[in-house]
């Protein structure tokens, strides 16, 4: 048993964090008690002790409800060698630290910033795109420039070989690096009247030209028979790259926004997906749903009737999030993992870590059994906002910093990026990622 004694104030907030970071990560037993220093006294079982300083949420005028983020406009990090090197992001605090035989002693608030992150507090000002999501630029991953590295995992990295130093005796649970392969279903048809007009203009002459024809008139007579209904062929790649997919699928009706495709269309694929039996999906949630728990309840219960199945899987359409909802509105429909977490415009680490993990309710103070798995990398990002230089340098730091922290490579590759002509332009750069 691993005492943390701390005061009582955001004690809600306090213990989440805490538990969450040595409970259900490190997978160490931990008590608490109340005391009125502005620190974390985490006493191991030998007597040692890590202390760490409290100053994010150590005001003692808490709000009923968190209402915006103000945040530091300088960082720093504090060097300190235990066995290994480590180099920890700071906003609370400075980068002055004690070593001894007995005791590890820094003065940067990781247990605070690391709350920030997972909390996604900061995500209560304003800072939202035309589709109302929290945008990259300006945010701390941005204003810091660390979306490339899991700062979260550098804390429990530093926490974990701390306490062994100090007690080697104690046993932690073991993470173990795993790709989730994950597909959003956005539509299930490549070839309209449209798309064939703009076929017949923009790829005259091109190889395969007549073949796109026959393949539209096809995929008009058997709609299974269109290239964006894949799901085998996508099922197929991934059992022979020994990865299991998990396909996120809309759930609305004719008439309502956004509609992509007819819920009877999917069926065949449902049936297909359970019959492998190494495959799953989950529901794609819409756009007008992501906060709204009367159309999110709706979405999820057709899904379910549909494929006669529990849904456990969630990813909201656009990536879309309400700090003060979403995750209470999925936790409410009996979600267990949600994949939404990541910035569109830009691969990494939108929480600041690549391990799973239970998430917060804003509102109510409590912590949730939903688990937000972050959404590392997603085809749409790397090949329509980043060059070729800057593939090389950031995405490679980011699938080293998963593997290096054995953490999960949640990669978001749509359907419609399978169809042959897109896939041949970006093959290399998938099997890059998912052979990391």
Not at 233 to 251: H, P, Y
Not at 346 to 359: E, L, N, S
Request: charged share 30%.
């Amino acid at each position: 048993m691993i005492k943390i004694k701390t005061n009582n104030n955001h004690s809600k907030e306090k213990r989440y964090i805490l538990s969450v970071i040595f409970s259900d990560i490190l997978g160490l037993k931990i008590s608490y008690e109340i005391g009125n220093e502005s620190t974390y006294e985490i006493t191991l079982p030998n007597n040692k002790k890590i202390i760490l300083p409290d100053i994010f949420l150590s005001s003692k005028s808490e709000q009923k409800e968190w209402t915006k983020y103000d945040y530091p406009k300088l960082s720093f990090n504090t060097n300190i060698k235990i066995k290994n090197d480590h180099n920890l992001f700071g906003i609370y605090g400075n980068k002055e630290y004690k070593k001894f035989d007995e005791s590890v002693k820094i003065n940067n608030d990781i247990m605070g910033t690391a709350f920030i992150f997972l909390s996604r507090i900061e995500e209560l000002n304003s800072n939202q795109d035309q589709f109302n999501r929290y945008q990259y630029k300006n945010s701390l991953a941005d204003r810091f420039d660390i979306i490339t590295r899991p700062i979260v995992n550098e804390y429990i990295d530093f926490i974990k070989e701390s306490i062994q130093f100090l007690c080697p005796d104690i046993v932690f649970k073991d993470q173990k690096f795993n790709i989730i392969l994950s597909h959003d279903i956005d539509t299930i048809k490549k070839w309209t009247w449209k798309n064939l007009v703009k076929h017949t203009i923009f790829n005259f002459g091109k190889k395969d030209f007549f073949k796109q024809y026959l393949d539209f008139f096809q995929s008009q007579i058997d709609y299974k028979s269109d290239s964006y209904y894949n799901f085998n062929s996508i099922m197929n790649r991934s059992e022979s790259n020994k990865l299991s997919s998990l396909f996120l699928f809309m759930a609305l009706k004719k008439n309502e926004f956004d509609f992509r495709y007819p819920l009877k269309k999917i069926i065949p694929a449902l049936d297909e997906i359970k019959k492998r039996d190494k495959h799953d999906f989950g529901i794609h949630i819409s756009k007008l749903a992501y906060n709204d728990l009367d159309r999110c309840t709706e979405e999820i219960s057709r899904l379910s009737k549909l494929a006669k199945s529990e849904i456990i899987y969630s990813r909201q359409h656009y990536l879309m999030f309400d700090p003060k909802k979403t995750w209470s509105i999925l936790n409410a429909n009996g979600i267990k993992y949600d994949l939404s977490l990541g910035y569109p415009e830009i691969p990494g680490f939108r929480c600041g870590i690549c391990y799973p993990f239970k998430t917060f309710d804003l509102v109510n103070k409590e912590k949730l059994d939903l688990i937000e798995i972050p959404l590392i990398v997603m085809d749409v990002s790397i090949i329509d906002y980043l060059n070729d230089i800057e593939f090389d340098s950031h995405l490679n730091e980011i699938l080293n910093n998963v593997k290096k922290y054995n953490g999960v490579l949640n990669v978001l590759w749509h359907n419609d990026q399978f169809d042959k002509a897109e896939f041949d332009k970006h093959k290399t750069l998938f099997n890059s990622i998912i052979n990391k």
